[in-house]
């Protein structure tokens, strides 16, 4: 049992928030309330079986919830693996993540899935999957979707590839309708690609590239959109990135479709600036672009617009990033600094109150994908983290395998006191990390 005392307690999905204590008995929340240590049926539990946590000064919130990870297993362990990416989730205050497909081999089949959620069952957090919507994430004909669904799969996506073929995007949506599951696409169409991981513009032209152009986005997100609001489906815009496509999601949004949409911290921390900065570490699809784009994915998650926070986590080794940047691989990772960033860049810049971050990176991912989930309640999941909200944190060490992200070095808002999956601590500050140091 975990007795949590005095920490500023936050529940996103209900809005309140109050000093006060919790109690966990196995992986469920057993009491929440004020001095719980002076009630009499707290009394005559056994003491030897209760771990103290005094959390005066910090926040006790849900534990965070990423819809978006790549772990890179199987197939490309050295980049990361199921463990090692749930350390480093659990080190950035994640209890549940859900593994996108673009494995090797890909995710389209029952066997791979099991594989994937067997192995993360070792895992300190809880670990689900996508499955593929495509076979071969080729784009061509779809997976058995009821069939991976019964294997565990939470939701569908080709993440990292797009699909060009309408009428198969339709067919997608309608099944995944069917089996009650949400459906989320990569929105890059490939013909206003000339070079990946770059913004079509200024820096590009520095750089001697062409880059991708904005409408790569705009004109895929404009077609999925239509196609949910005909088939009714439950659809999910990865990693957005451009004002154009908010404000699509917006105008969905308010005519009734079922349409989500995630930001991800680096693109609303960074812009097309920093790839003159941090060269291939901040090469990633799709590209960081200008400052009004920054500006409007801010406002879309003021607004809700944008609903879900997600770090699209995509490791990759230091001789992969090394390469020429049109040669390096897209991506970095995320799931250690996304809330310090979210602190920082919204939260202590009045951009979102705590709890409206919170919401982005706890219930609304959780009420997507139907996880229990992103709240604090009795009889809930003992999942949480503990945080200071106030403190300095530099980045220069990580539990994930990999290195490759731009906020190395940079001192943010907040540290990760506590992460506590199922009544089980998952990570405690100051534990020592099995990634590089740099």
């Known amino acids: 049992m975990l007795y949590i005392k005095n920490g500023l307690c936050m529940d996103p999905k209900t ?110 957090i809880r670990i689900y999957a996508c499955g593929a919507v495509t076979k071969d994430l080729a784009g061509g004909e779809l997976t058995d979707l009821a069939a991976l669904k019964e294997a565990g799969a939470v939701g569908f996506t080709d993440d990292g590839k797009p699909l060009a073929d309408a009428e198969l995007v339709r067919k997608t949506m309608e099944r995944c309708r069917e089996l009650g599951v949400p459906v989320s696409f990569h929105e890059e169409d490939q013909t206003y690609i000339r070079e990946s991981g770059v913004n079509a513009g200024e820096i590009a032209e520095k750089l001697g590239l062409a880059g991708a152009d904005r409408e790569a ?9 239509r196609l949910a609001a005909e088939t009714g489906a439950c659809v999910n815009i990865q990693h957005i990135s451009t004002k154009e496509g908010v404000e699509l999601v917006r105008q969905a949004k308010s005519e009734g479709a079922d349409v989500h949409a995630e930001a991800t911290p680096h693109h609303f921390t960074l812009t097309e600036e920093a790839v003159l900065q941090y060269g291939t570490l901040a090469k990633m699809n799709p590209p960081l672009r200008t400052e009004a784009d920054k500006t409007a994915i801010i406002e879309g998650l003021q607004d809700g617009a944008i609903d879900l926070i997600a770090t699209d986590h995509a490791p990759h080794t230091k001789e992969e990033k090394s390469r020429s940047f049109t040669e390096a691989p897209s991506g970095i990772i995320g799931l250690e600094t996304a809330l310090a960033l979210g602190i920082t860049e919204l939260v202590k810049k009045e951009k979102l109150t705590m709890q409206e971050l919170l919401l982005k990176m706890t219930w609304n991912p959780a009420k997507l994908y139907g996880l229990d989930a992103g709240y604090l309640a009795e009889g809930g999941p003992a999942d949480m983290v503990i945080f200071d909200p106030d403190c300095d944190q530099t980045f220069w060490k990580f539990f994930s395998k990999a290195c490759n992200t731009p906020f190395a070095g940079r001192t943010c808002k907040s540290e990760i006191e506590y992460t506590i999956c199922g009544g089980k601590i998952a990570y405690i500050k100051n534990m020592s990390t099995a990634g590089p140091e740099d």
């Open 217 to 225: 986005e705009i004109s895929l997100i404009r077609r999925d959109i």
């Open 15 to 124: 809005g309140t928030q109050r000093i006060c204590d919790i109690l966990t008995a196995g992986d469920r929340i057993l009491r929440i309330g004020e001095n719980l240590a002076e009630r009499e049926d707290f009394k005559k539990l056994p003491r030897h079986e209760i771990q103290t946590i005094d959390a005066e000064g910090y926040i006790v919130a849900p534990g965070l919830v990423d819809v978006h990870v790549h772990f890179r297993d199987p197939g490309f362990p050295e980049k990361e693996d199921i463990l090692s990416g749930a350390a480093a989730a659990a080190a950035g205050g994640f209890t549940s993540v859900i593994m996108m497909a673009n494995t090797k081999p890909a995710a389209d089949q029952t066997d791979i899935l099991r594989y994937m959620l067997e192995k993360g069952k070792d895992a300190p």
